[in-house]
Nanobody, 126 residues
């Protein structure tokens, strides 16, 4: 089982940027699909961005395409979510999730992922 720890959240003004990090321990990220999800108050947890095991392809939700960038550093066993041009509607708790040998295309379901971090709060407000 892989353990995940997110960091990098905070308060930022609209139009600003943040970079979230997700560090894995226990297993190598190379064996896992990884996804960033977010959950706003009163809303369902939704897929934001991630990459599929096997293909290594990266996917984004339509709401963040062109603004968010997913990347990974295998040497550090860490993935990142660079968030630019942030909007108030991006405000949510952001979670990193991993699934062993999961191949997916498009937007995976949260139920596909068995390992989750504790979440980090992102607040976009003036």
């Amino acid at each position: 089982q892989v353990q995940l720890v997110e960091s990098g959240g905070g308060l930022v003004q609209p139009g600003g940027s943040l970079r979230l990090s997700c560090a894995a321990s226990g297993r190598a990220f190379s064996d896992y699909a990884v996804g960033w999800f977010r959950q706003a108050p009163g809303k369902e947890r939704e897929f934001v961005a991630g990459f599929s095991w096997g293909s290594g392809s990266t996917f984004y939700a339509d709401s963040v395409k062109g603004r968010f960038t997913f990347s990974r550093d295998n040497a550090k066993n860490t993935v990142y979510l660079q968030m630019n041009s942030l909007k108030p509607e991006d405000t949510a708790v952001y979670y990193c999730a991993a699934a062993f040998h999961l191949y997916y295309t498009g937007s995976p379901s949260r139920t596909d992922f068995g390992s989750w971090g504790q979440g980090t709060q992102v607040t976009v407000s003036s």
